[in-house]
């Protein structure tokens, strides 16, 4: 694995820098970064008044966040924090039930507003919260990493998982605003930057060769590239929301690297001898493998599967699984929720920028695709 180049990307990510992002909006109109954001949000507290703020954080967010956050508004009163434990194993309705007994006993009601400070747990697990709470109360995410930032935070998915069955239970529903402020990237351990950086990789494979390519030479990037960054995958994410929000068609493209990925996450959830991988990590994986499947099913050029494939394993390094485990890998397909009429659906690339969207995959190539990850 290059830690050099690891150690490079977290440096321009705030970790030891914060950075100060574009006071740049996006084409959603929900969407605001750095101090623009607090400044709208406060407008929209003001124009909006709730009759209770509800702020859901887990462990992590409370100790390093919260503080912050609560500084930036204008009238930090009737304000009740929820505070959930921190780790995707925790993103189950038994949560939820406890976050709305919570919201329950502390008086709220349908003029209520939840704001969900956290990564991709909390802005899922706290949106469909909120979207079911009473019927529905509005939401506001701030993501504070760089998965949730790029990813879970923009688009309106919401949900918990079923058991170690990823996101299997949820509904899609706008947040009133995502506002994006880098300063919580500062708070981030190294392989959570890592696991933020899978989607950015996966947004350039979809969408923009031009923007893969200045992805590649990440070496080179400085300090105030990052803003740039995560302000284009934002964008790449949302427009394909926008014109795709109930994922009828084009948004099924975000999907690129998550059919196996996803199986591959739930399997090591699921198995206490195996590490448990971030969401990003097995992403990774998912995108070598998905990116082999697509140049033996649609001929994405080998040139371009063999840099993918050096460059991601470069930053993420080899996970090993044995034939038996591959096994049992295939079989989580099944639960993939871009399945229809039984038929297990990939995303595939015809070339970088040139999804192509429900592909069906002969298990025995999936076999290969494992085989190329492993030996390539």
């Not at 959603?28 to 929209?44: P, Q, W």
């Not at 507290?45 to 409370?62: A, E, G, H, M, Q």
């Not at 998982?161 to 239970?169: H, T």
């Not at 096994?327 to 397909?333: S, Y």
Request: hydrophobic content about 35%; aromatic content about 8%; charged content about 30%.
């Amino acid at each position: 694995m290059n830690i050099d180049l690891i150690d490079k990307f977290c440096l321009i990510s705030g970790a030891k820098s914060p950075l100060k992002m574009n006071d740049l909006q996006d084409s959603l109109d929900t969407i605001f970064y750095s101090e623009k954001a607090y400044g709208r949000l406060n407008k929209y507290l003001s124009k909006n008044p709730p009759s209770r703020i509800f702020i859901l954080v887990d462990t992590n967010t409370n100790e390093h966040c919260l503080t912050y956050f609560l500084s930036r508004l204008e009238d930090p009163s009737d304000i009740e924090v929820i505070e959930i434990d921190a780790g995707e194993e925790y993103k189950t309705l038994e949560t939820c039930d406890g976050v709305w007994n919570a919201m329950s006993e502390l008086d709220g009601d349908r003029k209520s507003l939840m704001i969900n400070l956290g990564g991709g747990v909390v802005t899922d697990l706290g949106g469909f919260v909120a979207s079911t709470f009473k019927r529905g109360i509005p939401f506001i995410n701030i993501p504070t990493t760089l998965l949730a930032m790029v990813d879970a935070s923009v688009g309106g998915k919401t949900g918990v998982d079923l058991g170690n069955l990823k996101n299997q239970v949820g509904v899609i529903v706008q947040p009133e605003m995502v506002l994006i402020d880098t300063n919580y990237l500062s708070t981030l351990p190294q392989p959570q930057m890592r696991s933020g950086l899978a989607e950015i990789l996966k947004h350039g494979l979809i969408a923009d060769e031009k923007y893969w390519k200045k992805l590649r030479a990440m070496n080179e990037l400085k300090y105030s590239d990052l803003d740039d960054i995560i302000e284009k995958s934002v964008k790449i994410k949302a427009n394909i929301v926008d014109r795709d929000p109930y994922e009828r068609d084009e948004r099924k493209t975000l999907n690129f690297g998550h059919t196996l990925g996803h199986a591959i996450e739930s399997f090591c959830l699921s198995n206490p001898d195996r590490k448990i991988l971030l969401h990003g990590e097995a992403i990774a994986i998912g995108m070598i493998l998905e990116a082999y499947i697509s140049a033996e099913e649609k001929d994405f050029p080998k040139e371009k599967l063999e840099d993918l494939n050096n460059f991601i394993k470069d930053i993420y390094g080899v996970d090993s699984f044995s034939s038996k485990e591959i096994k049992q890998i295939q079989k989580l397909l099944k639960y993939d929720k871009k399945n229809e009429y039984g038929r297990i659906n990939f995303v595939l690339l015809e070339d970088i920028g040139l999804p192509v969207i429900d592909c069906e995959v002969d298990p025995d190539l999936i076999e290969k695709s494992f085989d190329y990850y492993l030996n390539s």
